[in-house]
């Protein structure tokens, strides 16, 4: 079946980054992404998380899709993943990544990730699992889906969420331990191995789900609700 026959009334949101340092994935992706109707100025294309971040820090510079690859020369894609996904939790963000270690794919799905593709995949296989992300779909790879099914057993259920828990995350939770204890931002980072950008977006959250505006609010809240000794 043609790349193109995989169009049809399919929405495309721009602009789409591309982070990956491999230039032939590279290409190979801008080719797919433009078969799939993208013009070449809808999509930007990084080679390092330095890279994307210098575009998204820009003027009015945003994305409506992210492909990511995890292993990059400067870092791992899931810390990327995890900062934008604390700015904005509705971007899709597709891990198209050699990788398939059980380690790397529950920390791509975890941070936020909404699929996960392993490079080898032809380009059939590819585009279609783009064309699912962009229908409002999570493609998750044959190989990466067996790999979480064998390890759902293993999962404990969900907790009932108490009336008084605020819904924070696991990073959320830790986070605002630290702002207790009194940290600042860069040495939250730096306990943590985040960026600072990454944090500020996480005690962003934790004030929105804490209805405060403040650190020492954020505390007392903390302290109030007995989420921290």
């Given at each position: 079946m043609p790349t193109q026959m995989l169009t049809a009334d399919l929405a495309l949101p721009a602009p789409v980054l591309v982070v990956e340092d491999n230039p032939l994935v590279?290409?190979?992706?801008?080719?797919?992404?433009?078969?799939?109707?993208?013009?070449?100025?809808?999509?930007?294309?990084?080679?390092?998380?330095?890279?994307?971040?210098?575009?998204?820090?820009?003027?009015?510079?945003?994305v409506s899709l992210v492909l990511v690859d995890?292993?990059?020369p400067d870092g791992s894609g899931v810390e990327l993943i995890e900062?934008?996904?604390?700015?904005?939790?509705?971007?899709?963000?597709?891990?198209?990544?050699a990788w398939s270690t059980q380690e790397m794919i529950w920390a791509a799905l975890r941070a936020g990730a909404v699929g996960y593709v392993l490079k080898e995949r032809d380009d059939m296989e590819m585009a279609m699992?783009?064309?699912?992300?962009?229908?409002?779909?999570?493609?998750?790879?044959?190989?990466?889906?067996?790999?979480?099914?064998?390890?759902?057993?293993?999962?404990?259920?969900?907790a009932v969420q108490a009336a008084d828990d605020p819904g924070l995350s696991a990073r959320e939770h830790t986070i605002l331990h630290l702002v207790v204890e009194g940290l600042s931002n860069r040495e939250i980072a730096e306990r943590l191995f985040l960026s600072r950008y990454t944090v500020e977006s996480h005690i962003k959250n934790v004030y929105r789900k804490l209805s405060v505006s403040s650190r020492t609010q954020a505390a007392q809240e903390a302290r109030r609700r007995r989420l921290v000794d």
């Open positions: 590279r290409n190979r992706l801008q080719g797919l992404l433009q078969q799939l109707g993208y013009s070449s100025d809808a999509l930007v294309m990084t080679g390092s998380l330095a890279e994307a971040r210098a575009y998204l820090a820009g003027e009015a510079h945003t995890l292993g990059l900062e934008l996904h604390a700015q904005a939790p509705n971007l899709p963000m597709l891990v198209v990544s699992a783009l064309r699912s992300v962009l229908r409002g779909g999570a493609p998750i790879d044959p190989f990466i889906a067996r790999r979480i099914i064998e390890e759902l057993p293993l999962q404990a259920p969900p």
